[in-house]
């Protein structure tokens, strides 16, 4: 016997049982930025590396360590981790953002070799949010009330919070990044190695460690938002108003930054504790030398991203009230001779003039106490029965898989009513 050839660690199946969820959790994804008039965008899993390394930055975890990168013939590709980077450079090459606004979105895999654990895989699903040329605070407002009305829409909005913070210009983080420094000096004996290797490369990182002890020492360092500038002070104090003006609580975290070198001004994230350490459900910000440092006209920008896993995780754990739709309405069971024509001739014509029901054949022949068994498993809410009898008689029954109706035995030009009238 051959041996089995396994998922790559990190990189998991979604199972028959398991999509509807996920197919529900898009659709309100899809739904909601779709009513707010974004426009859906779809870029390469697969793009040029140095595209990575100078949009997030050669010494984030992402670029240093995490990207699939390989070579084709002479050039380097790697494997999508993220996809700000790959939506600015498409906007870019074919002019969308050129002296115009775009407010885009897109959904689909990203890869970081990371380890897997809960919530957070090496393959990985996101959808994001990117908006050019407007950069006004009133865009990043309707960004953060666009994710409040998704979670109220996914039933998850009790158990989402969300932490506020601006990291100004970049002047000012390099005076802040100076003053940080100088103060983590004094404590060297708490960085770890990797922190230790972030103190010279990208200091502003050590806010967000996990170290608790340095946590608490890091309560007394300088405080981020004393360095900002007076148009970025401007800019988070009219954030702040637009979201109190409608009700959008949240926090202001001076510890909190973004793992991505391309943030400047607003950035925020949802979190959640109710799935344990891993609380992030949705992270974005602004951008706005981005697009000029890829190569473009300078255009400001922000963004989201969400993780698709995760939210999936967390709509399983605090929305007891989700009804998702039955694999199937209507199943179609059949035996003997000249059923099976009349079956498929049935079918094809509920599927005609009922589009939106889901209507399956049984196909796989067996007796009616088989055929019935497949259609409880399916979760069927009507049965429609031919036999020999029903062929002849140009009828058919009509058995209901869910509640206590009786069944009955329709004539063939009626059985489109109804369905209509029963659905």
Known sequence: MAKTIQAIRGMNDCSPTESPLWQW??????????????????????????????????????????????????????LRPEGTAGCVRAAIEHGWIY?????????????????????????????GVEVFGIANPEIDAELIILTARLWKELGIDQHVTLQLNSIGSL???????????????????????????????????????????????LNDAPKLLDYLD????????QLCELLDAVGIPYEINPKLVRGLDYYNKTVFEWVTSALGAQGTVC???????????????????????????????????????ISLPNAVDIYLVYQGEGTT???????????????HLRTMLHCSGGNFKKQFKRADKNGATLALVIGESEVQNQQVVVKHLLGGAEQQTLALTDVVDYIKNHF
Not at 43 to 72: C, H, N, Q
Not at 114 to 126: D, I, L, S, T
Not at 192 to 217: C, F, G, M, W, Y
Not at 296 to 308: D, K, N, P, R, W
């Open 341 to 355: 024509l009349a079956a498929f001739q049935l079918a094809e014509k509920l599927r005609t003039t009922l589009p």
């Open 283 to 321: 992270g974005g910000g602004r951008y706005d030398g981005l697009v000029e440092q890829l190569g473009g006209h300078a255009a400001c920008g922000v963004g989201f991203a969400m993780g698709l896993e995760r939210l999936v995780l967390l709509v399983q754990e605090v929305n007891a009230e």
């Open 25 to 78: 959790v898009e659709g309100k994804v899809r739904s909601v930025l779709q009513n707010y008039g974004y426009s859906e965008v779809r870029m390469p899993i697969v793009e040029s590396t140095p595209l990575f390394a100078r949009a997030i930055g050669e010494v984030t975890d992402v670029v240093s360590k995490e990207m699939y990168t390989f070579w084709d013939n002479d050039e380097q590709l790697t």
């Open 171 to 217: 002047e000012a983080r390099k005076n802040y990044r100076s003053a940080l420094v100088a103060f983590l000096q004094q404590h060297v004996a708490l960085l770890s190695e990797e922190e230790k290797e972030r103190l010279e490369k990208n200091p502003l990182r050590i806010l967000d460690t996990k170290n608790q002890a340095l946590q608490e020492v």
């Open 230 to 237: 007076d148009d970025s002070r401007e800019h988070f104090t």
């Open 99 to 127: 002296n115009n606004e775009q407010r885009l979105w897109y959904m689909g895999p990203m890869f970081r070799h990371e380890r897997p654990q809960k919530g957070r895989y090496r393959q990985f699903h996101q959808a």
